[in-house]
């Protein structure tokens, strides 16, 4: 007799955990701009409530302020990998201009 299944719960939606990344290149982009950091982050939040519905949320965001984009050895950028390998991020999110 094969096992039994148990019955699946359509209701519960599935928690997907999100990190938001922003970075700049140079000094001049860091602050009130509308490509500043701060201005990226919120583009970013906007689009992870929008995915509200579908069990996105916010576990971290990092920002890159006057690294060049050249490399990868950036500090967020590094501890984005490590939340990736860990398995603690499912969606990363980034603004591109």
């Known amino acids: 007799m094969p096992p039994r299944r148990s019955p699946v719960d359509e209701s519960v939606q ?13 000094d001049n982009q860091v602050g009130g701009r509308f490509d500043s950091c701060e201005s990226q982050t919120a583009v970013c939040r906007e689009h ?16 890159d302020a006057a690294y060049s984009g050249g490399s990868m050895n950036r ?3 590094q501890a984005i990998k490590r939340m ?4 603690e991020v499912k969606v990363v999110v980034i603004f591109k201009l």
Request: proline share 8%; no cysteine; net charge neutral.
């Open 14 to 26: 599935p928690r997907v955990p999100v990190v938001i990344y922003a970075r700049v290149s140079t």
């Open 48 to 63: 992870v409530r929008q995915h509200a519905a579908e069990g996105w949320y916010e576990v971290a965001s990092f920002t």
């Open 75 to 77: 500090p967020g950028i």
């Open 84 to 87: 990736i390998e860990a398995v």
